[in-house]
């Protein structure tokens, strides 16, 4: 059904208000029952890709490789001469495996898909008359979007109010430079888009300011939308695991058709029937060539990745996996990712003494206390001044749900409403009284923020709140004691050492100034305020210490780090201080040297050759994106594969220029979250370390697979082909080739893919870029295996065959190499001693194998069934001597692992 297209045209040239009536909204937003019910009249938020495939399209693309088709082809020419009952067999084992592969490519689509919808963009909108956080694609016309610095635009929409708001619009436009916005009327029905200064559209990004626009286009309606219509989607890029393997793949398969066109071209000179032969060998081809190789490794990776994704590590592209495995330096936030993001004030500093602050978290509850008694905080005008700035200059809110009190916006912020609440002020009616009339925001340059509120007709009050050395720097008075002093040299370094004696304690410092001005002495046009001029002689009030506990799990982490061979760095703009007690704190800091922490000045008065040298050894605080990005950029110098965390918009540099970039989910910007190779849905450091425990989990897994196949590969070529060269006859029929390639290839090889980890997997070094999927290890003991089943097998066959016939030669080989297989498998799960591990830990495992052996028993000793595959039955001691031969396996497996772990190969 054709959704309906929102009619407000051309909104630029209305007035807001007009608009708001048109869509029959208001400034408060729309209810969530309005909301539902425009969903089913416009449609959902996103933009329309090509239709995906279709689940019967997914199983007939089975049957579309090159060697498939002709075995179809030959299996016609079976049913066209007589061979029908043939026919029927080789058919109905080839439409097994085209099922097993659908089911595999079906299951990995849709944890694609799963994935899709866990990083799905969300925005913040107003809905039932409050701030909420919802997916995107949920937007309908006439909601209210909230826009915050870093947030992607979610759909095209009229400013309606707006403060310093500006967006970077070059998706659209072209144009790199940000663009002012304004919530004026634009006359005139043509006006190009960049030059529509009163609307936002999708898929920009705001960059300054912050403000509120009313949604006009969702969706295909968008003009990201119309352009997306223009363009055709772009193919996925296979990852690089995936080219990897896709290079062996074809090596190993060109030798495979080679000596498969060889035996069969033998086999027609010796005598036998050319189809059989034509029929033997496209089957032989089927089973060595592992056509499906990247398909698979997809499906693992994906599956994987919505492993993650349920433990809260949303991974935004499958190649990240690879590389997670490798990481082997983390360059961590502090705040929300080591601590827990909960602020609260504990210590206000005012008239050169401590107030001590009671409660946790985010009730508002608690009183104040001096260290010999109570504090009666209305009798103190610094404490009531440092309280009131605290509440203007902020754009968090308090909100209580149920029992539990929450906080909308920045946590620290946060922090300032509860104090605030604790000394009795209500935040909205407060803030009605001293409305906000401009701002400058807080960058990291600056370390500051800056809001303005008319205190009369004729004054402006301008309230300032940021880091203690950037405030310091711009005041030249402080209030004490209800008096206005001059702020000398000598009082500023008291000040700084109250701070650094707050941060001592991992305590969170924050410092407040105000200014007083005419309003005749600001221009009109507050954003054309100069921050330098403006934030100067400004009178500095105090002080305010916040705590944000370390995480609980946050120690265990980075113990797991350390033996993982993984460096923890401390990247924070935080206090040195408060880095250095949280850092005690988690276990990664021995010891209170100060020296394990750079600073901004440090920092600076090395060289990069300098630097580079002892990168890794420090921490890092104070800094600025352009600090963090020095740091990443030497540590990839050196070699490092480097995790870096963000969170805000002047983090996505770093975040980009690492190997892994890691966004955070909660605080993160809608920036950051697009740039980063991972997001954490809890924000939380450990999630990290578990992110890259999974990473190493899906490549081991993914190696082991590989290993299986390619050894059962390698192992059926040089039997069956062996056995030509040697002057026997075909070892196995065209059937039995197709089953036992479905039987290894199929469930016990996918239950590899879902191996248990080793308890070593976050005790080993991290996985070198450069290191083949096949350590040399590995491929000598692959090779090792599969020439044990060709002395094996042979020997095994032309025994029988002199002895009993070709049809019982054929039976034992058949059930022995099946069973060897199966016990390879086994092997597979570890480069060491199958009895240093559980050998029967996987139960997905036992399961696959137990399913495979039962139904080749039945093959063999069900009178039917073994006429199908021209088997016979066996008798006690066939068995016996079947199972013995197969368990050399097993036996030479563990000899060359004990050999080859004694020389260190």
């Given at each position: ?10 909104p ?8 708001l ?15 539902e ?19 019967l ?27 029908v ?12 495996s085209?099922?097993?592969g ?8 849709k944890a ?8 799905a ?21 006439g ?15 009229r ?21 002012k ?13 960049a ?10 990004i ?16 968008t003009?990201?939308g ?19 393997i ?9 030798g ?14 010796r ?17 060595a ?6 398909a698979?490794v ?8 919505w ?23 983390i360059?961590?936030?502090?705040t ?12 206000v ?5 401590t107030?001590f ?14 260290k ?14 440092l ?15 149920g ?49 303005f509120?008319?205190e ?15 405030i ?39 410092a ?5 001005t ?27 210490g ?5 995480r ?86 050196k ?10 918009i ?16 909660i ?22 370390v ?7 989990e ?17 192992g059926?070529?040089?039997v ?24 290894t290839?199929g ?10 980890p ?6 080993r ?8 999927i ?15 089943m ?9 025994y ?29 799960r570890?480069?060491?001693s199958?009895f240093?591990?559980?050998p ?41 001597m ?24």
């Open positions: 059904m054709k959704k309906e297209k929102a009619k407000v045209f051309p630029h040239a209305l007035k807001a208000e007009k608009i009536k048109a869509l029959q909204s208001k400034n408060t937003g729309l209810t969530t029952q309005e909301a019910k425009r969903l089913g009249i416009y449609g959902a938020n996103k933009i329309e890709k090509e239709k995906k495939e279709s689940p399209k997914v199983f007939l693309s089975q049957f579309q490789d090159f060697l498939i088709v002709i075995l179809l082809i030959a299996t016609g020419i079976s049913f066209a001469l007589g061979e009952f043939d026919g029927i067999i080789i058919f109905s084992i080839v439409f097994l085209a099922v097993l659908f089911i595999q490519e079906y299951r990995s689509q694609i898909e799963a994935l899709k919808k866990l990083a963009p969300q925005a913040n909108v107003l809905r039932d008359n409050r701030p909420q956080k919802i997916l995107a694609e949920k937007i309908v016309p909601d209210i979007l909230i826009l915050n610095v870093g947030d992607k635009v979610a759909a095209d929409a400013i309606v109010e707006e403060i310093g708001l500006e967006t970077n619009e070059s998706i659209l436009t072209g144009e790199s430079s940000p663009v916005k304004q919530n004026i009327i634009l006359e005139g029905k043509e006006i190009p888009l030059d529509r200064i009163n609307m936002v559209y999708s898929g920009t705001i960059t300054r300011g912050h403000g509120k626009a009313v949604v006009t286009a969702t969706g295909m309606n003009e990201f119309k352009i997306a219509k223009m363009i055709s989607e772009v193919e996925p890029e296979k990852t690089p695991l995936e080219k990897k896709e290079k062996v793949g074809k090596a190993l398969g060109i495979a058709l080679t000596i498969c066109a060889f035996a069969s071209l033998l086999g027609v000179l005598g036998y029937p050319i189809l059989e032969m034509f029929l033997w060998g496209v089957s032989l081809a089927v089973a060539v592992p056509e499906a190789l990247p698979v997809t499906s693992s990776l994906s599956l994987g990745v492993e993650m994704a349920k433990r809260k590590a949303i991974v935004r592209r499958l190649p990240a996996v690879e590389t997670l495995g490798s990481v082997s330096v360059c961590t936030d502090k929300g990712t080591l601590t827990k993001n909960e602020m609260t004030v504990k210590e500093f005012v008239n050169n003494q107030i602050v009671e409660g946790s978290g985010y009730t508002p509850k608690g009183g104040f206390l001096l010999n008694g109570d504090f009666d905080f209305r009798k103190d005008k610094e404490f009531l001044k309280a009131q700035l605290g509440l203007l200059c902020n754009d968090a809110t308090l909100e209580q749900k029992k539990d009190w929450i906080i909308n916006g920045d946590p620290t912020e946060g922090a300032l409403v509860v104090l605030a609440a604790k000394a009795n002020f209500d935040q909205e009616k407060f803030q009605k009284e001293f409305p906000r009339i401009g701002e400058i925001a807080f960058d990291m340059s600056r370390k500051r923020m800056s809001t509120h008319p009369g007709k004729e004054k402006v009050l301008i309230a300032v709140k940021g880091a203690p050395e950037s310091l720097q711009r005041c030249s008075f402080f209030q004490t004691k209800g008096e206005i002093r001059e702020l000398t040299s000598k009082t500023k370094n008291k000040l700084l050492e109250q701070t650094e004696a707050m941060a001592s304690r991992a305590l969170r410092v924050l407040f100034a105000y200014k007083e005419e309003k005749s002495k600001l221009p009109k046009n507050l954003e054309e305020l100069s921050p330098e001029g403006i934030e100067s002689d400004l009178i500095f009030v105090g002080l305010a916040m705590i944000d506990p370390p609980e799990e946050a120690a265990e982490a980075i113990k797991s780090c350390l033996s993982a061979g993984i460096k923890p760095i401390i990247v924070t703009g935080d206090h040195a201080l408060t880095t250095l007690s949280i850092g005690q704190k988690i276990g990664l800091f021995k010891s209170s040297d100060h020296q394990q922490i750079l600073t901004p000045k440090e920092l600076d008065s090395f060289s990069d050759d300098q630097l580079i040298k002892i990168i890794e050894k420090k921490s890092y605080a104070r800094v600025s994106p352009t600090h963090k990005l020095r740091i990443v950029n030497l540590l990839k110098q070699g490092y594969i480097v995790a870096m965390t963000g969170d805000g002047n983090d996505a540099p770093a975040i980009k220029k690492a190997d892994i970039g890691v966004a955070m989910g605080s993160g910007t809608d920036v950051t979250r697009e740039t980063a190779d991972m997001i954490l849905a809890d924000d939380n450091f450990a999630t990290i578990a992110a890259i425990k999974k990473g190493r899906i490549f081991d897994n993914i190696k082991k697979y590989l290993f299986y196949l390619f050894r059962c590969n390698i059926e070529i040089l069956l082909g062996g056995g030509f060269l040697f002057g026997l006859p075909p070892v196995l029929s065209t059937i039995q080739i197709l089953w036992i390639n479905l039987a290839d469930l016990p090889a996918i239950a590899l893919g879902v191996d248990p080793t308890e070593d997997v976050l005790k070094k991290p996985i070198s870029p450069s290191e083949s096949f350590s040399k290890k590995s491929i000598i003991l692959m090779f090792i295996l599969a020439f044990n060709l002395l094996v097998l042979i020997p095994q066959f032309g029988v065959l002199s002895k009993a016939g070709l049809i019982k030669a054929q039976t034992i080989v058949f059930v022995t190499m099946v069973l060897m297989e199966m016990v390879n498998s086994y092997n597979s570890s480069d060491n199958l240093k591990i559980n029967f830990a996987n139960s997905k495992l036992n399961l696959a194998v137990a399913f495979s052996v039962l139904l080749t028993i039945m093959i063999v000793q069900v009178p039917y069934l073994s006429s199908i595959f021209g088997t016979t039955p066996l008798v006690v001691k066939e068995w016996l079947v199972v013995t031969l197969s368990l050399s396996a097993l036996v030479m497996a563990e000899i060359a692992k004990l050999v080859l772990n004694k020389i260190k190969v």
